[in-house]
């Protein structure tokens, strides 16, 4: 049985971009997650049954704080390596960085990459 378990819009601080008031000052990302789940048809009505949606928060924020990326498409690879690699469960990872205060001349409400990876990649 395939579940689906979503995070929306986590809020991180981050040091992320190529410019130097984006490494020194830092920004806003939200960030969504979007896990495939494969569970047991029996699986048990228990948070060790499944994927637990604060922990996938708390491992994106550990990526995000390790280290200060150019690209947002790097820090996007990187939190779904680190979900596939911590959840055994999550055969599929969509993990989308948005970026709201991008240094460009345009006017939009963000910017933001999203990378899809799985266990067959």
Same mark, same amino acid.
């Given at each position: 049985?395939?579940?689906?378990?979503?995070?929306?819009?986590?809020?991180?601080?981050?040091?992320?971009?190529?410019?130097?008031?984006?490494?020194?000052?830092?920004?806003?990302?939200?960030?969504?997650?979007?896990?495939?789940?494969?569970?047991?048809?029996?699986?048990?009505?228990?948070?060790?049954?499944?994927?637990?949606?604060?922990?996938?928060?708390?491992?994106?924020?550990?990526?995000?704080?390790?280290?200060?990326?150019?690209?947002?498409?790097?820090?996007?690879?990187?939190?779904?390596?680190?979900?596939?690699?911590?959840?055994?469960? *999550?055969?599929?990872?969509?993990?989308? *960085?948005?970026?709201?205060?991008?240094?460009?001349?345009?006017?939009?409400?963000?910017?933001? *990459?999203?990378?899809?990876?799985?266990?067959?990649?």
């Amino acid at each position: 049985m395939t579940d689906r378990i979503f995070v929306s819009n986590l809020r991180l601080h981050g040091h992320h971009g190529v410019m130097d008031a984006e490494k020194s000052l830092g920004q806003k990302f939200m960030v969504d997650i979007d896990c495939r789940v494969i569970r047991q048809a029996d699986a048990i009505d228990r948070l060790g049954g499944t994927v637990n949606y604060a922990d996938l928060c708390d491992l994106a924020a550990e990526v995000s704080a390790q280290d200060d990326f150019n690209l947002i498409e790097t820090l996007a690879h990187d939190i779904a390596a680190a979900i596939l690699s911590r959840f055994a469960m *999550v055969h599929e990872v969509v993990v989308t *960085v948005r970026k709201p205060s991008a240094p460009i001349k345009h006017i939009v409400d963000h910017v933001g *990459v999203s990378v899809t990876r799985g266990r067959d990649d």
